[in-house]
């Protein structure tokens, strides 16, 4: 009996071998012994080929554009993931907000989703891989985690993070009821459920708690901002993401990430232009056009280096030290009036788009330099800077940067450079918003308020 067990034993294990690795042998069985077997080495299991890319999709749709946020789930699966790119998403809904709508099943809380190609665009057929209840897509954890998760899940050469939903730019807006919340510098992923939002201060603490990216684009409103994009300079090579507020429907999804399927390779900053000329390409459409001349909008994207903030901020700095003390306030005043705003208020509240404080930075430079005294103290400096600025600009921190249309002053968006900054504008109460500028990592590196003060008492 105990020698026909090990001869069970010994063929179990010869059984089991090819399994794990090569092996052969030639001799008569009874030849082989578990010394033999234990010397042969064990290959470890393959792992399978990295795919090129995994884009994680954060879309907080806890909100009033919670069918924008299905039906854009929906436009990613017009081209799907592949053997090369994976699509992944987390969304979320609520029921009862304003616009809720009963699309997709009127399921309500989180879920995760692997982005697979269908043609139904009334259903979301991707695969269900995670439903997460209800957490906080306005906290910051929410978010990382569902990076962490992507990355680890999907893991793949090159990674982008999109951020889907609202955004304010630098500010936390002041919120009514319920969504009024203590202090802090929150700009985006608005989850209307909790009153929550992801503070600037804390974007960068996804990334440190997650790992960071090749690409990160914020679809929501007015978030290429100096202020912002500094938060998170070590942690993309690429940044996208508008100056101006964002029409819905969004980025051009479908084209987008056809191009990612058909081109794999491409790096980040090849993806950020590909991000940027799909959307010129929908805007460019007669019916966006129409759009965009009904509402009085015109549109921007750029895609900027991470790399470059550093230097920006270095320039900014050097900038501010010139005009916070620049004499010629006409030539300011008259940079503040003619430079291009973007939409914080309305034309109820902002009827001459004179009030708004998010203004392109570069046009407000060049509209400072045109209008000097050239004879007055100062100016050769200025212009100097200006010139530098600009050509750091172009040559060095934007890759790409697109616009279509005018605004509803006639301001046409040719003037925006690819990224804005906190400019003042005339006094007014366009929105309350908490005043913790100075804890953005910008401000610590510019001193940028010291102007803004400065510009504040220049009419």
Request: glycine share 8%; net charge negative; proline share 4%.
């Amino acid at each position: 009996m105990e020698t026909l067990m090990k001869k069970h034993a010994l063929a179990a294990l010869f059984c089991a071998l090819p399994a794990y690795a090569p092996f052969s042998y030639s001799g008569a069985l009874e030849e082989v012994t578990l010394e033999k077997i234990k010397s042969v080495e064990v290959g470890e299991p393959k792992s399978p080929p990295l795919k090129r890319w995994t884009i994680a999709v954060y879309m907080n749709g806890k909100s009033n554009i919670e069918p924008f946020a299905l039906a854009d789930l929906n436009r990613f699966e017009t081209a799907g993931s592949d053997d090369n790119v994976n699509i992944v998403a987390e969304i979320g809904r609520s029921k009862g907000l304003d616009n809720d709508t009963q699309a997709d099943g009127d399921w309500s809380g989180v879920r995760r989703y692997y982005v697979r190609k269908d043609g139904d665009k009334e259903r979301i057929a991707s695969d269900l891989v995670a439903e997460l209840g209800n957490p906080d897509m306005g906290d910051w954890k929410e978010a990382a985690s569902f990076l962490k998760w992507a990355k680890e899940v999907y893991p793949a050469q090159r990674y982008m993070f999109i951020i889907w939903d609202h955004g304010w730019g630098w500010i936390d807006p002041q919120k009514p009821g319920e969504n009024l919340l203590d202090g802090g510098d929150k700009s985006i992923s608005h989850d209307f459920v909790s009153g929550n939002y992801i503070k600037t201060t804390e974007l960068s603490k996804i990334f440190r708690q997650a790992g960071r990216v090749d690409l990160y684009a914020s679809m929501a409103c007015f978030m290429q901002m100096a202020e912002v994009a500094y938060e998170i300079r070590d942690y993309a090579d690429v940044i996208a993401g508008s100056e101006e507020v964002i029409q819905l429907p969004s980025f051009n999804f479908e084209d987008f990430f056809t191009l990612m399927l058909g081109n794999p390779d491409s790096d980040a900053e090849k993806a950020g232009v590909f991000l940027v000329d799909t959307f010129r390409e929908m805007y460019a459409r007669p019916e966006y056009q129409e759009m965009l001349v009904a509402t009085k909008y015109g549109t921007q994207l750029s895609a900027i280096r991470g790399a470059g903030l550093n230097k920006f901020g270095e320039l900014i700095k050097k900038i501010s030290e010139t005009l916070k003390k620049y004499p010629d306030t006409a030539a300011l005043a008259r940079a503040k009036t003619e430079v291009l705003r973007f939409e914080v208020g309305d034309e109820s509240t902002d009827p001459d788009k004179l009030i708004s404080f998010y203004a392109d930075i570069c046009h407000f430079l060049e509209l400072v330099e045109k209008h000097s005294d050239k004879s007055l103290p100062g100016y050769p400096e200025l212009k100097s800077l200006t010139g530098e600025f600009r050509t750091f600009l172009d040559g060095e921190l934007v890759i790409k940067n697109v616009y279509s249309n005018k605004d509803r002053t006639g301001k046409d968006y040719s003037n925006t450079h690819g990224i804005s900054m906190h400019v003042p504008g005339k006094p007014g109460n366009l929105i309350g918003y908490y005043p913790t500028y100075g804890s953005l990592a910008f401000e610590k590196a510019t001193r940028w308020s010291e102007t803004v003060k400065y510009l504040e008492t220049v009419e």
